[in-house]
């Protein structure tokens, strides 16, 4: 598992990584091939506008062109040597609507697109037309594409002697924007299954984590309960060979003294069976909590009872502040009682020598906070991570120097949550732990 977890990650993820270039590169493709399209249709649209605007039409006679000039009584021969320019034949709304007809003859709708006749001499440079003031033509503004045409009139047409070297200028502004929006639904679902994909491979690599994790835990739950079955076994093993030494017979204080010790390890052992069952049960959520209205502090000394015996075998010492004004809670007096002993025990399990625990109440606000500090060994920020997950234990060297099976905290913490309390733990390695209770009070 150690050697495939690592394949197995750098294979998906070196395809995601594919996956996403090649995405790319297919945008980029389809984009290049979405504007290429979209030139083509310009380049192909021009010439039919530039065609009806250099058909030959009746001429329109500016106004008082008409008779101004005694030298010219006929109109036609004054506007043929004069060569009437296109902006002279053509309003700019009739000009703005050729471009539009000639765009959505070749597929370009809606397309917003600024315009201007200019002369010659000046394509290239920046101009603005003096009649159609649309647009700024800036040569260098990448964004906005230029297009250009010159305007010819049609070979054997009565116009050809039209004002010569007009160009007209047509820009689409944000041309590329508007190839990018044509592109949203491709580029949407791509990004959309991109996500879906990533996703599935972060669930997929924190699923085998998980496993992983669970795999590691279930190997260091075997371990622990075999170690903890193990030890009275044994020592119920020894006992019964003893019990059936002759001299041990005929002595009653002997026999006495082997059955208590069987008994004692009998006990032991069915009190491990029941905590693993009870985690079994936390896991179903199928718990009762039985919560009533008590006072804490008299859970917590009865606690306090239980763990004497302890105390007095590591010679340790412990200092109790009930100083909580206001100590009645919504409580299960097994559970409350047993979650104040577990973390106790915890206290003992992992002390070294001159083991001190202080144990204070407190009210803050409208909650009861209970606090057990201990001068123990304390825990890294990874074990603190990690302390009220189940099965889990901290290590200390050996891994069976501390007995248990790592259920303790785990069921501390969800009896705080079924008592809508919380609970808050720290630590650092040397200086002890402390762990914090707050509790809403009742009514």
């Known amino acids: ?70 030298l010219f009584s006929n109109d036609r021969l004054h506007y043929e040597l004069f060569r009437p320019s296109v902006t002279q034949r053509f309003s700019k709304t009739e000009i703005r609507d050729i471009v539009r007809r000639a765009f959505e003859k070749h597929n370009l709708r809606n397309i917003n697109f600024e315009f201007a006749i200019t002369p010659v001499g000046v394509v290239g440079e920046e101009v603005v037309s003096e009649k159609f003031m649309s647009f700024y033509i800036d040569s260098v503004n990448n964004r906005n594409k230029r297009h250009i045409i010159l305007l010819e009139p049609q070979s054997g047409s009565n116009l050809e002697n039209l004002s010569q070297g ?34 599935a491979f972060f669930l997929t690599i924190r699923t085998l984590l998980k496993q992983k994790k669970l795999s590691e835990i279930k190997s260091d739950f075997i371990n622990n309960m075999t170690h903890e079955f193990k030890t009275p076994l044994a020592t119920i093993s020894l006992a019964v060979d003893a019990l059936r030494n002759e001299k041990v ?114 009210n803050t606000g409208n909650q009861l906070r209970i606090r057990i500090e201990d001068n123990g060994i304390g825990m890294n920020k990874e074990t603190l991570n990690r302390i009220f997950e189940k099965f889990y234990r901290a290590h200390t060297g050996n891994i069976h120097n501390v007995k248990g099976f790592g259920l303790g905290l785990s069921y501390v913490k969800t009896m705080v949550e079924a008592h809508k309390g919380s609970i808050k733990a720290e630590s650092a390695p040397g200086r002890g732990s402390s762990f914090t209770i707050t509790m809403p009070l009742a009514g």
């Open 249 to 362: 017979i005929s002595d009653r204080e002997k026999t006495n003294y082997f059955t208590a010790i069987i008994k004692e390890e009998n006990k032991r052992m069915n009190k491990q069976v029941e905590t693993i069952l009870k985690a079994a049960l936390l896991d179903k959520q199928e718990v009762e909590v039985n919560l009533k209205q008590t006072h804490a502090h008299e859970l917590i000394e009865s606690a306090l009872h239980n763990i004497m015996l302890q105390l007095k075998e590591k010679e340790g010492s412990i200092d109790v502040k009930l100083d909580a004004a206001k100590d009645e809670i919504m409580a299960d007096e097994v559970h409350f009682t047993n979650l104040v002993n577990n973390l106790l025990d915890n206290a003992v399990k992992y002390s070294k020598e001159n083991l001190h625990i202080k144990l204070t109440t407190g």
């Open 1 to 70: 598992m150690k050697k495939i977890f690592p394949i197995i990650t750098g294979l998906v993820f070196l395809s995601l990584i594919g996956l996403i270039f090649f995405q790319f590169l297919w945008i980029k493709s389809a984009k290049d091939a979405k504007e290429q399209q979209f030139e083509d249709n310009i380049n192909n649209s021009l010439p039919d506008a530039a065609n009806e605007l250099t058909a030959e039409r009746t001429l329109l006679i500016p106004p008082g062109a008409k008779g101004s000039n005694p």
């Open 166 to 199: 007009e160009y007209m200028v047509v820009i689409v502004p944000y041309q590329s924007n508007i190839i990018w929006k044509s592109m949203r639904w491709f580029i949407g679902g791509a990004i959309i299954f991109t996500a879906i994909i990533t996703t």
